[in-house]
């Protein structure tokens, strides 16, 4: 089945420690996204990717850094400068030119210990 | 001023009934305009989509776009409990950029 992984589930990060989140799909799309969603809060940009190695900040983009290697990765690293990083963490990808119509991952809960 | 805005709620409605959900929007050279629907802990489902003025209607579900206004709405016929999540407006404007707002939480009462 084609989709979105994401991994892993849940994540705890201590005080200046970076993390990767993994974010891989199988739809063959362009563009990927990473977004971050705090409790009762919409879904806030933090990189957007249209195409292999190349990657725009989003409005979020301060203490975080990606990377697109290929097509279909699209890794998340939440840096020791993120100093509120506690949240919940989503990756969408999308075809180009089709509205960008969003397909989610089931998301990455990043906890600080 | 939000680029994308949504009142939180929670918007009540009894179960049968119509729910309504409003969305406006702040850059007029959007092109795409979306309703997700999200579960309490889970990761956002595409609802409907909508590109050009008027109505879509899929089941239960009718969009409505009103582009000089700036405004996109949701309509749900029939509600049913199972219809009791977070409903985000998402629109797509300059450079492919997706703007979220901050979504509506629904509660249908049986």
Redesign the interface.
């Known amino acids: 089945d084609g989709g979105i992984t994401q991994s892993p589930k849940y994540l705890f990060r201590k005080e200046g420690q970076n993390v990767t989140l993994s974010c891989e799909q199988n739809l063959n799309h362009d563009a990927m996204y990473w977004y971050r969603q705090d409790p009762g809060q919409g879904l806030r940009l933090i990189y957007y990717s249209q195409i292999v190695n190349d990657f725009q900040k989003g409005d979020i983009a301060e203490g975080y850094s990606v990377s697109r290697e290929k097509k279909e990765s699209f890794p998340l690293t939440v840096t020791s400068a993120q100093k509120n990083p506690t949240a919940f963490y989503l990756c969408a990808s999308s075809k180009v030119g089709q509205g960008n119509i969003q397909h989610f991952g089931d998301g990455t809960r990043l906890s600080i210990l | 001023q939000k680029e994308v805005e949504?009142n939180?709620g929670p918007l009540s409605v009894p179960e049968g009934a119509i729910a309504s959900l409003n969305c406006t929007y702040s850059d007029r050279g959007s092109?795409?305009f979306?309703w997700?629907r999200q579960y309490s802990g889970?990761?956002?489902?595409?609802i409907m989509?909508i590109?050009s003025n008027g109505d879509k209607e899929d089941g239960r579900f009718t969009a409505q776009l009103n582009k000089a206004s700036q405004y996109v709405s949701l309509l749900i016929r029939d509600s049913q409990p199972s219809d009791s999540a977070t409903y985000?407006c998402?629109v797509?404007g300059g450079?492919?950029?997706?703007?979220?707002?901050?979504?509506t939480k629904l509660q249908v009462i049986p």
């Open positions: 949504q939180s092109q795409s979306f997700y889970k990761s956002p489902e595409l989509s590109y985000l998402a797509t450079y492919q950029k997706v703007t979220f707002g901050t979504g």
